[in-house]
């Protein structure tokens, strides 16, 4: 055995203690009416994907991963993992069983931190590193729980990627979210191994696992490190993660749907509600609605920037704080007008 082996070996066995299984159940009922929702029938896929309900009437319906760290039972995972609100978690740690609690989920990044609700004393506690200065072809640990299945699966490589922007589908239904500044890693990250974390040689996590690209090989991402501690260090502070709000629904414009709403532009976000009982297009005492910003309004430019699928709103809200002026170019019945807004936090209007 190699000195770079053993080295490789002893970092697994310190940290393996502190990676968790994220285990999701459900009643059975309301699986039925997700499934239903995309054309699948419950009895022909229930024996496959979920397996016979329990007395409850639950079924296990996912599986991802987590770390700890924090003795006092913080959890480290994706956001994506929970992302189900009628479904019921519990931390998986050898053969016993946690509930946890949802502490925050970042609405920016694909993080949320859990709290084990009664946590076991001497918890194993992974530190956390920083994904600052990352350099291409350090070797990295990958470790979580693989399709669900195969607790505490490690996998190693290299940094292979960095600062890359993914569209990563975020539920049952198909819905994604832009992820950006990821880090690639040809170590496999499996279905499953989402939430767990990537371990560098020093046995700190620098990233928290989060996709795969499908069809292809040895082509992962995982999310820095330094995102998620400055979530937690919000946590502490506020109670909540903060986030910059402006407070309207909109669509990403291109060819396509500007010709269908028969539009003179073929980029922006266009300011309109969802066809929703009570939604609102601008929401009422947000940044936007007291800036002055109307449904069917289009947003050009943001901070001088140009709104485009490449460049979303959003990506230009991830580099913002609360508090910040946010200079917006609009389009409205053909003539441009500026405007300036405020940010608040999002918390304000959860």
Known sequence: MTEHEEKIIKIIERVLPGVVSIAASKNVELVEKDLMKIGMDLKMFEEKLFGEADKKGNVSVSGGSGFIVDSSGIILTNKHVIQDKEAHYKAVIGEDKYDVEIVGADPLA??????????????????????????????VIAIGNALGEFQNTVSTGIVSGLSRLLSAITDIEGHQQRLRGLIQTDAAI?????????????????????????????????????????????????????????????????????????????????????????????????????????????????????????????????????????????????????????????????
């Open 110 to 139: 694909d993080i949320a931190i859990l709290k084990i609700v009664n946590p076991p004393k001497d918890l194993t506690v992974i530190s956390l590193g920083t994904s600052k200065n990352i350099k291409l072809g350090r070797t």
């Open 190 to 350: 499996n279905p499953g191994n989402s939430g767990g974390p990537l371990i560098n040689l020093e046995g700190n996590a620098i990233g928290i696992n989060a996709a795969v690209v499908y069809g292809a090989q040895n082509i992962g991402f995982a999310i820095p490190i330094d995102r998620a501690k400055k979530d937690l260090d919000e946590i502490k502070k506020y109670g909540h993660i903060r986030a910059p709000f402006l407070g309207i629904r909109y669509v990403l414009l291109n060819k396509n749907i500007g010709r269908h709403f028969k539009i003179p532009v073929e980029r922006g976000a266009l300011i309109v509600r969802e066809e929703l009982p009570g939604d609102h297009a601008v929401l009422p005492g947000s940044a936007a609605y007291e800036a002055g910003l109307k449904e069917h309004d289009i947003i050009l430019t943001a901070n001088n920037k140009e709104i485009t699928e490449k460049e979303t709103l959003e990506d230009v809200l991830d580099t913002c704080a609360i508090g910040d002026e946010l200079k917006l170019g609009v389009l409205r019945h053909g003539k441009n007008m500026s405007f300036s807004v405020k940010l608040e936090d999002r918390a304000k209007f959860s």
